[in-house]
């Protein structure tokens, strides 16, 4: 898809043209970002129930019964605003996604109703890149509202717990959210090595499938002329470059993959050394201490996993590139145009000497 939109010298579309064409389904939108501020904000609050267990097991045994059954009932609760939150905001921006695909179709099918016969001479234009549009682009596009459930989810998580960690201690807030961006950063280079691989195996694979695929067609003449032998060196031939490129990537990808799953142990292990500082010194109770780590150590798991969705958002970016290309790809004779001059054409038909005659079969 990268390749197509540099062939095409197509101008990549940015998300906020996506937005400006789905108007229309902006109450979706805005239901949906209300559902995702719902399930954002559970996740600081479970930190802070979460935390609390820890002090109530250290109570005598006639409160611990009663504050167990209060803070067990405050788990049911978040349970039913995490359910509710998620319910509305998939179906909400679900709905405005698949909105957004129909109008896409629509608006490109009509737009190639307008087009003479020449524009189906390009290559560029042919019935199976066309189909493709239709079929596969118009659905990418709507990962631009899918994924934006996450994305605005994190964020909410992400302010929720930095207001968690300040009001119960902020000198360990202020260390614990340094590593926050180191998280972030790890897992989109980890994205990146693996997109990176992707667009680097399809490049240097390429000469190989040309081999494979002209054996292929040819098998008759190859077997005809005993010439599996050959195409097999040439074929392992051009595998030799793509296999000595990946053992190379391989050391880097592993130690870029290494560090994101290691770096929130890191993490664990800094906030309690750097508690049990301050809890020595009496600047923080052990309470206060699991508040903020608990709020910011699954703010930054829940962060972590925006890195993921990247490629889902190049994809769905560089796919509403080549719609609104097409959309907007103006026709060399606009039948559907209102400007210009209109002639007030009036004409008669008149049908003279014609006949009509029908074929009988023979029998």
Same mark, same amino acid.
């Given at each position: 898809?990268?390749?197509?939109?540099?062939?095409?010298?197509?101008?990549?579309?940015?998300? +906020?043209?996506?937005?400006?064409?789905?108007?229309?389904?902006?109450?979706?939108?805005?239901?949906?970002?209300?559902?995702?501020?719902?399930?954002?904000?559970?996740?600081?609050?479970?930190?802070?129930?979460?935390?609390?267990? /820890?002090?109530?097991?250290?109570?005598?045994?006639?409160?611990?019964?009663?504050?167990?059954? /209060?803070?067990?009932?405050?788990?049911?609760?978040?349970?039913?605003?995490?359910?509710?939150?998620?319910?509305?905001? +998939?179906?909400?921006?679900?709905?405005?996604?698949?909105?957004?695909?129909? *109008?896409? @179709?629509?608006?490109?099918?009509?737009?190639?109703?307008?087009?003479?016969?020449?524009?189906?001479?390009?290559?560029?234009? $042919?019935?199976?890149?066309?189909?493709?549009?239709?079929?596969?682009?118009?659905? %990418?596009?709507?990962?631009?509202?899918?994924?934006?459930? &996450?994305?605005?989810?994190?964020?909410?998580?992400?302010?929720?717990?930095?207001?968690?960690?300040?009001? %119960?201690?902020?000198?360990?807030?202020?260390?614990?959210?340094?590593?926050?961006?180191?998280?972030?950063?790890?897992?989109?280079?980890?994205?990146?090595?693996? /997109?990176?691989? *992707?667009?680097?195996?399809?490049?240097?694979?390429?000469?190989?499938?040309? !081999?494979?695929?002209?054996?292929?067609?040819?098998? @008759?003449? !190859?077997?005809?002329?005993? *010439?599996?032998? !050959?195409?097999?060196?040439?074929?392992?031939?051009?595998? !030799?470059?793509?296999?000595?490129?990946?053992?190379?990537? &391989?050391?880097?990808?592993?130690?870029?993959?290494?560090?994101?799953?290691?770096?929130? /142990?890191?993490?664990?292990?800094?906030?309690?050394?750097?508690?049990?500082?301050?809890?020595?010194?009496?600047?923080?109770?052990?309470? +206060?201490?699991?508040?903020?780590?608990?709020?910011?150590?699954?703010?930054?798991?829940?962060?972590?996993?925006?890195?993921?969705?990247?490629?889902?958002?190049?994809?769905?970016?560089?796919?509403?590139?080549?719609?609104?290309?097409?959309?907007?790809?103006?026709?060399?004779?606009?039948?559907?145009?209102?400007?210009? &001059?209109?002639? $007030?054409?009036?004409?008669?038909?008149?049908?003279?000497? &014609? %006949?009509?005659?029908?074929?009988?079969?023979?029998?």
């Amino acid at each position: 898809m990268q390749l197509e939109v540099e062939e095409s010298e197509i101008k990549p579309s940015s998300i +906020a043209k996506v937005f400006q064409f789905n108007k229309g389904n902006w109450s979706f939108a805005f239901l949906g970002l209300f559902g995702c501020t719902i399930s954002g904000l559970v996740v600081p609050f479970f930190a802070l129930v979460y935390a609390q267990i /820890f002090a109530v097991f250290s109570e005598p045994p006639e409160k611990l019964e009663r504050d167990s059954l /209060f803070w067990s009932v405050m788990f049911i609760v978040l349970g039913f605003f995490a359910a509710l939150g998620f319910f509305i905001s +998939a179906n909400m921006l679900g709905r405005s996604g698949e909105a957004l695909t129909k *109008k896409l @179709r629509l608006e490109s099918f009509r737009n190639l109703l307008r087009q003479d016969i020449g524009f189906y001479d390009d290559e560029r234009h $042919n019935t199976g890149k066309l189909c493709t549009r239709f079929a596969t682009d118009a659905p %990418n596009v709507r990962y631009v509202f899918t994924r934006l459930m &996450v994305v605005i989810s994190s964020i909410v998580t992400l302010i929720g717990a930095i207001a968690i960690g300040f009001l %119960n201690g902020w000198k360990l807030a202020i260390i614990l959210l340094i590593i926050i961006p180191l998280i972030i950063a790890s897992g989109y280079f980890e994205m990146q090595q693996q /997109f990176g691989k *992707k667009m680097r195996d399809t490049k240097l694979l390429e000469d190989a499938g040309k !081999v494979a695929s002209e054996a292929v067609e040819n098998i @008759r003449t !190859v077997q005809g002329l005993n *010439k599996q032998l !050959v195409f097999h060196q040439k074929y392992c031939e051009q595998l !030799v470059n793509p296999y000595l490129s990946n053992i190379k990537q &391989v050391h880097v990808y592993g130690a870029v993959f290494a560090f994101s799953q290691s770096l929130i /142990f890191f993490m664990y292990a800094l906030a309690f050394w750097i508690g049990s500082i301050f809890v020595l010194d009496g600047s923080m109770t052990p309470t +206060a201490v699991f508040r903020v780590f608990f709020a910011i150590a699954f703010c930054g798991q829940s962060v972590g996993q925006i890195s993921s969705f990247i490629p889902d958002v190049v994809k769905a970016r560089l796919a509403a590139s080549l719609l609104f290309h097409l959309i907007e790809y103006p026709p060399q004779i606009d039948s559907l145009s209102e400007f210009g &001059v209109r002639q $007030n054409v009036k004409g008669h038909i008149q049908l003279r000497n &014609v %006949n009509f005659f029908t074929l009988l079969a023979l029998a």
